[in-house]
Each structure stands twice: as structure tokens, then as C-alpha cells.
T-cell receptor
Framework: QKEVEQDPGPLSVPEGAIVSLNCTYS??????FMWYRQYSRKGPELLMY????GNKEDGRFTAQVDKSSKYISLFIRDSQPSDSATYLC??????????FGRGTSLIVHP | KAGVTQTPRYLIKTRGQQVTLSCSPI?????VSWYQQTPGQGLQFLFE???????NKGNFPGRFSGRQFSNSRSEMNVSTLELGDSALYLC???????????FGPGTRLTVL
């Protein structure tokens, strides 16, 4: 079992939809949970990070962490074609190096 | 503020050769991490440098090495290249820790 599991997709949604992206993990020592967006042929771009459990909102993006279930989510409201990209979750904490999910490909069609 | 820059952007090498990649972090960032990204394995941590010292290392063979200079610029070297080293190599800099890293555009290495 990989430390971080993420469905590769692709996830195809119509413009304006609410998108839910998820990751599960096995290492309970992880404390920081990050979401990155990566466009084709570009480096990952940090969207947001949360520390420990709870929710965090930034514009159309909301990150949720449920440490008891070892499950994290990223919600995108009012999705736009420009949101079409690969979304990577990542985790770190304590003495553990950053561990990334394989990424979910999102396609938002007009 | 200028972002993370990496040079070169594309590189083609043959098996057995060695390669050096360069990364300039965001001004003021002292931590530089290197990652390898492949379709099969995803994004994997190579190593991190902070104030010219390697602070953490991933699970890669010794052919992969790096260093950091006093101005925080970093280089990564891969010796005796193998076909499996073909990948996108990403550099990320941060002020505080792994939770807030900023990535460069990457160097696409192709080994023939």
C-alpha cells in the first residue's frame, strides 16, 4: 500500500460544477496537508495547506482534513475551464519527508 | 518577486553520461528541495538543502547528489545516467518548511 493514495481520474465535470478531489493516507504522523495544481508542462503551484484537522477556505477552494479517517479533500466551487489541471495532494510532518499523491487529472468542459 | 528558476529547461543525454541541473530559489528562501517526477512513480523527494547543508534525503541511489551555495542557489548532479532517470526534475524553495514550497518549472531530462 502506498503511503498516499489518489485516484488518477480523469475527472470530467461541466463548468460551474462543484468538484471534490480526495486523498487517503496511512501515516498518522503527517501533520501538514497540501494541495498543488499542476498545468501541463509546468511545475506544481501551491494552492493551500492546512495543519492538522479542520477546514480552510480560500476563494473558490476549500480544503478539509479528517485525521481520524486519514482522508483529505479539496473542493472547488463554480469550477472553470481554467481549473483544468492535475491536482496533487501532499503531506509532511515530524521527521517525514514530503509525500505526494500521484495526482488527479481534472477536466472542466464549457 | 521573481519565482524559482531552473536551467536548463530541456536536456537530452545518453546512458553513462552525467548531468548537472541548476536551481535559483526565490530571494530570501534558504531551503531548496529537489524532486523527480515520472508518470509511473509520481513526484518523489530527492533531497533538501538548507544553508548549504543537506537536511533530508529521499530513497535514491548515490548517483544522485546535490549541493547548495552561499547564495542559496542549488545544483543537482546525476552520474552514470540510466534510461530510468528520464524524468521531470523539479526544484522547490521555501522560507519555513515543506508545507509552503514554491516550485520551479522543472528540467525535462531525456536519457537515450
Amino acid at each position: 500500500q502506498k503511503e498516499v493514495e489518489q485516484d488518477p481520474g480523469p475527472l470530467s465535470v461541466p463548468e460551474g460544477a462543484i468538484v471534490s478531489l480526495n486523498c487517503t493516507y496511512s501515516n498518522s504522523a503527517f501533520q501538514y496537508f497540501m494541495w498543488y495544481r499542476q498545468y501541463s508542462r509546468k511545475g506544481p503551484e501551491l494552492l493551500m495547506y492546512t495543519y492538522s484537522s479542520g477546514n480552510k477556505e480560500d476563494g473558490r477552494f476549500t480544503a478539509q482534513v479528517d485525521k481520524s479517517s486519514k482522508y483529505i479533500s479539496l473542493f472547488i466551487r463554480d469550477s472553470q475551464p481554467s481549473d483544468s489541471a492535475t491536482y496533487l495532494c501532499a503531506m509532511s510532518g515530524g521527521s517525514y519527508i514530503p509525500t505526494f499523491g500521484r495526482g488527479t487529472s481534472l477536466i472542466v468542459h464549457p | 518577486k521573481a519565482g524559482v528558476t531552473q536551467t536548463p529547461r530541456y536536456l537530452i543525454k545518453t546512458r553513462g553520461q552525467q548531468v548537472t541541473l541548476s536551481c535559483s530559489p526565490i530571494s530570501g528562501h534558504r531551503s531548496v528541495s529537489w524532486y523527480q517526477q515520472t508518470p509511473g512513480q509520481g513526484l518523489q523527494f530527492l533531497f533538501e538543502y538548507f544553508s548549504e547543508t543537506q537536511r533530508n534525503k529521499g530513497n535514491f541511489p548515490g548517483r544522485f547528489s546535490g549541493r547548495q551555495f552561499s547564495n542559496s542557489r542549488s545544483e543537482m548532479n546525476v552520474s552514470t545516467l540510466e534510461l530510468g532517470d528520464s524524468a521531470l526534475y523539479l526544484c522547490a524553495s521555501s522560507l519555513r518548511g515543506y508545507n509552503e514550497q514554491f516550485f520551479g518549472p522543472g528540467t525535462r531530462l531525456t536519457v537515450l
